[in-house]
T-cell receptor, first 114, second 114 residues
Framework: GQQLNQSPQSMFIQEGEDVSMNCTSS?????WLWYKQDPGEGPVLLIA?????ELTSNGRLTAQFGITRKDSFLNISASIPSDVGIYFC??????????????FGKGTKLSVKP | DGGITQSPKYLFRKEGQNVTLSCEQN?????MYWYRQDPGQGLRLIYY???????QKGDIAEGYSVSREKKESFPLTVTSAQKNPTAFYLC?????????????FGQGTRLTVV
């Protein structure tokens, strides 16, 4: 089946640092979504991307839809403690007239440096 | 307040038992989805429903069953045929039968086999 490769799997952040994570696919997607999940909670949508090359910001978060339609990245600037959690990318294919189901990456876990 | 509600938050099941997870939304969304999440994994689609009285299998439907008798409700039954049911279960809904920026997740149900 379809797979998304999300990296890094985990990372430690120090307050104030910038963070970057990305997702790649062997397939072309027409939608990329980025979610954040806190422990024991459901994912919350952060940014949605619908066009190749699209660059969208949401506060300190910036995400881009890769020009090849096979990748996307998420950047967090000037990280703060509440940024910790698991970030998921999700991609959606378009099958001849209808949207396919979302495919999720395995997540990037953000933790605070001890 | 509009939203999507899952209950219970925690559920314990004995071997051989069927259990039903509840998912209710008051967003007037047409489509509803059930996902399973295992540690370190992305979300995997179990079942989805785009309209009342209709539903389709996702990638890992074996051992699960659903019903969609009302627009606002999409319960998931984990049957005794599901050999490894311990997981975090997430319900989601979208305005139409496609993922878009109006996608909402519930808070999740953690199921544990005892």
């Amino acid at each position: 089946g379809q797979q998304l490769n999300q990296s890094p799997q985990s990372m430690f952040i120090q307050e104030g640092e910038d963070v970057s994570m990305n997702c790649t696919s062997s397939s072309i997607f027409n939608t990329w979504l980025w979610y954040k999940q806190d422990p024991g909670e459901g994912p919350v949508l952060l940014i949605a991307l619908y066009k190749a090359g699209e660059l969208t910001s949401n506060g300190r978060l910036t995400a881009q839809f890769g020009i090849t339609r096979k990748d996307s990245f998420l950047n967090i600037s000037a990280s703060i403690p509440s940024d910790v959690g698991i970030y998921f990318c999700a991609g959606q294919l378009y099958y001849g007239g209808s949207q396919g189901n979302l495919i999720f990456g395995k997540g990037t876990k953000l933790s605070v440096k001890p | 307040d509009g939203g999507i509600t899952q209950s219970p938050k925690y559920l314990f099941r004995k071997e051989g038992q069927n259990v039903t997870l509840s998912c209710e939304q008051n967003l007037n969304h047409d489509a509803m989805y059930w996902y399973r999440q295992d540690p370190g994994q992305g979300l995997r689609l179990i079942y989805y429903s785009q309209i009342v009285n209709d539903f389709q299998k996702g990638d890992i439907a074996e051992g699960y069953s659903v019903s969609r008798e009302k627009k606002e409700s999409f319960p998931l039954t984990v049957t005794s045929a599901q050999k490894n049911p311990t997981a975090f279960y997430l319900c989601a809904s979208t305005l139409e039968g496609r993922w878009n920026s109006e996608a909402f997740f519930g808070q999740g149900t953690r199921l544990t086999v005892v």
